[in-house]
């Protein structure tokens, strides 16, 4: 990393100390030699490690670096993006749009997905708020504004579905069944009994096998 010192500049009545040349970042400024030697050798160990970022990059707001940078580049079908900005504006920004991305801790998140619990409809509901939550903040580090995504904590915690334990039916309750539905509709029981197909893939079924 060809980075120095620019010399000193005066501001005031103080000195203060440049360090530049660092290839893709501004120049810093600190008020004593010893703080900027710190900072050049934290730097130049993170650039060796590819972990380096900036953290004045890291002081946008997360309201603000959605609507400039990750809103932006949103891709996929309509629909989907329109979950994605509803998703944002709705549950994400009111709650965390204003802190600083560098000042996201796993504590404003554990905060968060449990205010998030009390207030979003279903468990799966509120999984996808904390999934495109993840992604912003992935983006971000991608971006060189974050070192890490706190939404990898190992505190961070997603809510998880209960297991419901469900009890398969009898064969004759199957039967029984299969027998007072339409014909039209029996089909759909015989292959759900003898082929151990899914729902969906039993609708989906087409009469010629495809």
Partial sequence: MAAGWEGTA??????????????GVRDRSFDTL????????RAATDE??????????????????????WAPGRVG??????NQERRARLHIIPYLGQIPLRNITAADLRAYIAKLGAT?????????????????????VDDKRLARNPMHAKSVRWPKAL????????????????????PRSRIAVVLGLGCGLRQGEVFGLSPEGR
């Fill in 120 to 140: 979003a409809s279903s468990v799966d509901y509120q999984r996808g708020i904390l999934s495109e939550l993840s992604s912003i903040l992935e983006a971000a």
């Fill in 48 to 69: 060796e490690r590819g972990e380096f970022v900036d953290p004045r990059d890291g002081s946008i707001a997360l309201a603000d670096y959605i609507e400039q940078h």
């Fill in 77 to 82: 079908v309509p629909k989907t993006q329109d």
């Fill in 163 to 182: 297991q419901e334990r469900r009890e398969a039916w009898l064969l004759a309750t199957a039967m029984r069944v299969r027998d007072v539905i339409s």
């Fill in 34 to 41: 010893e703080d900027a030697k710190a900072w050049l050798r």
């Fill in 10 to 23: 005066r501001y005031g009545k103080g000195k203060r100390y440049k360090v530049a040349g660092i290839p």
